[in-house]
């Protein structure tokens, strides 16, 4: 056996991350092109169709997207196991989540039933079959991450389980008993059970590895994911039982602090990095851990003073800084590693492996695949963007104008993505 | 405490992380003199970490398992393709090239990490597993070199 072919089996095809990542951008620039077609009237109902079809163009379509392919990608290095048969698992799973995040926000939006339908069908088999597979390679490994990853992966299922009970709602006309408060616990299980508990895993090792900072606190580690999901537990038990009662909001308190507390650790342990040079990860990451704070200090606010949280603005104010802030601006940072890496990765594996090569030539390193200069870009568009987002929730004509930022956000996002995958393409034709 | 292999080796890892660090920023800022010091040190930190590793650890748990197709091998080439990179690194380092080594860092940065990872989570526990209070006597073979 050639060692080039064992490195290859260790890591999986190209392709089978690649295709979440650069789907991913694509539903961004569809929930801009959204925003800019409801334009104003996007305050007028909470629960307005269209901006349940908005939140899943991102939470869908672009922040699990990125999760699945990440995760995939990720399973070699912190459980040495690779899914079977990489590429075919990953595109039907990646085809099922894509049809089906179209259908669900295309049901959304026209009002079609049967849209809705097939997207119950579609998104279920997605993630059902992703959180088995996934689930199966990480039974026989231990380690804080590989608790992370299976309580998200738990959160995941909780989320989608809801969801899909809620989708029937409206895909049949059923009413559901508690609708509203099923609305809120499957909104809180899929933003920090799933979203929010995969992160905190993936930071523990990505933080100290990007910047080289010191490691995130032992005993931090082992029992903040835990606590979170517990806590999450305990909330959704006490919102079911008691609604709003007084006892259900200082509950989530617990669950905003324990968030803080990895926020707050995470700018420190960045403070106390090695590696000084500029980096456009490091702003994402950075921003984004603000982000988090920022979010977390309305929601607790929000509480305490019910009369803010009353406010029109007050729960989309926390979408933008949670989503917006938070996860998408941490997901982006991590592509701007992950991407240029991989491409590097197989091109380098493919210049190893005796059998396919004909020259040797020098692999571009990561700064050449994706470089800094338009990485940089695209975080300020995006940072404008984020911006707008929030004065938007005053001056609502701006929506306009937040729509096409965000877009021109994206499409630098998809151009920066793509250019380094015709470049793989390029020097793998002229290494072979 | 008893002495680890997972324990010793990681802190190596820690300690070449710092020397990486401490070149990159020098170079960042152009001070060639003391990077070329610091490229150096960083060098022949990993090229001992390597030997000790290769020579000594994973042949001692290929020798006890008799995987020789397993996880080290995949470590051993691993450290091929970093080998590379300092080589590269070098050159760049002569040639006053920040850009370039810059580019180099990043990437070797990154499959340094993603090597001491699985090192650190997989291989080195498992190669405790295997040899237990053993570990001790490996660890005084490879500190007499």
Redesign the interface.
């Known amino acids: ?1 050639n ?2 072919n ?2 290859l089996q ?1 890591t999986p095809p190209l392709s089978v991350p690649i295709r979440f990542f650069i789907t991913a951008p694509l539903f961004g620039i569809l929930a801009s092109l959204l925003l800019i077609y409801i334009g104003p009237d996007i305050f007028s109902s909470r629960w307005g169709l269209n901006i349940l079809a908005l939140t899943h163009l991102f939470t869908l379509g672009f922040v699990s997207m990125i999760m699945f392919g990440a995760i995939l990608q990720l399973l070699p ?2 459980a ?1 196991t690779i899914i079977p048969k990489p590429v075919l698992t990953s595109s039907i799973i990646h085809i099922l989540l894509t049809v089906g995040s179209l259908s669900l926000t295309s049901g959304f939006i026209f009002g079609q039933d049967f849209l809705l339908r097939i997207a119950i069908v579609l998104l279920g088999l997605s993630f059902f079959s992703f959180v088995a597979i996934v689930g199966y390679c990480l039974i026989q490994v231990k ?1 804080n991450i590989i608790i992370g990853m299976r309580l998200a992966l738990l959160a995941l299922l909780i989320t989608a389980g809801l969801g899909i009970g809620l989708v029937v709602r409206f895909a049949y006309g059923i009413t559901l008993p508690l609708a509203m408060i099923l609305a809120n616990i499957h909104l809180t299980w899929g933003l920090v059970g799933w979203v929010g508990l995969l992160i905190i895993a993936i930071a523990y ?1 990505v933080v100290p ?2 910047q ?1 900072t010191p490691q995130y606190n032992t005993k931090l580690m082992r029992w903040l994911i835990p606590i979170l999901f517990l806590v999450l537990l305990l909330w959704t038990l006490a919102y079911l039982w008691l609604e709003n009662n007084k006892l259900v909001g200082w509950i989530s308190i617990l669950i905003g602090l324990g968030l803080a507390v990895f926020g707050a650790k995470t700018l420190h342990l960045q403070i106390k990095r ?4 500029p980096d456009v990860t490091l702003n994402f990451w950075r921003v984004g851990a603000v982000g988090l704070l920022l979010s977390i200090i309305l929601w607790i606010t929000g509480i305490i003073w019910t009369e803010l949280a009353n406010q029109p603005f007050y729960p989309l104010l926390l979408f933008i800084l949670f989503v917006g802030g938070f996860v998408l601006m941490v997901i982006q940072g991590m592509l701007y ?1 992950i991407v ?2 991989l491409v ?2 197989h091109l ?1 594996n493919q210049q ?1 492996n005796p059998l396919r090569t004909v020259n040797m030539i ?1 692999i571009p ?4 695949i994706i470089s800094p200069k338009s990485a940089q870009r695209q975080f300020w568009v995006y940072l404008i963007a984020l911006f707008c987002s929030i004065l938007t929730l005053q001056f609502p004509n701006l929506i306009y104008l937040t729509g096409i930022i965000l877009l021109v956000a994206f499409i630098l996002l998809e151009y920066n993505l793509l250019k380094a995958l015709k470049l793989y393409r390029s020097v793998l034709i002229s290494i072979q | 405490m008893e002495e680890t292999i997972t324990y010793t080796f990681s802190k190596e890892h820690t300690h070449c992380d710092e020397i990486f660090a401490k070149a990159e920023n020098s170079v960042a800022k152009k001070q060639w003199t003391v990077a070329d010091t610091e490229f150096n040190d960083f060098h022949t930190a990993m090229e001992k970490h390597f030997t000790a590793e290769e020579e000594i650890l994973f042949s001692a748990f290929e020798e006890r398992t008799g995987q020789t197709m397993g996880p080290t091998q995949m470590m051993r080439m691993e450290h091929q393709q970093m080998r590379q990179i300092f080589a590269q690194m070098q050159t760049s380092l002569a040639e006053r090239d920040d850009e370039q080594y810059l580019g180099l860092s990043e990437t070797l940065l990154m499959l340094m990490q993603q090597h001491n990872m699985k090192e650190e989570q997989m291989l080195y526990p498992m190669i405790d597993q295997v040899f237990g209070a053993e570990a001790t006597s490996i660890l005084e073979r490879i500190r007499a070199i």
């Open positions: 056996m060692t080039a064992l490195a260790q290095v912190v040495g380690g090792q590895m990007f080289i090695l590696r000084k040079i590693k240029p890496f590097w990765l380098q190893l020098r390193h990561m700064k050449q």
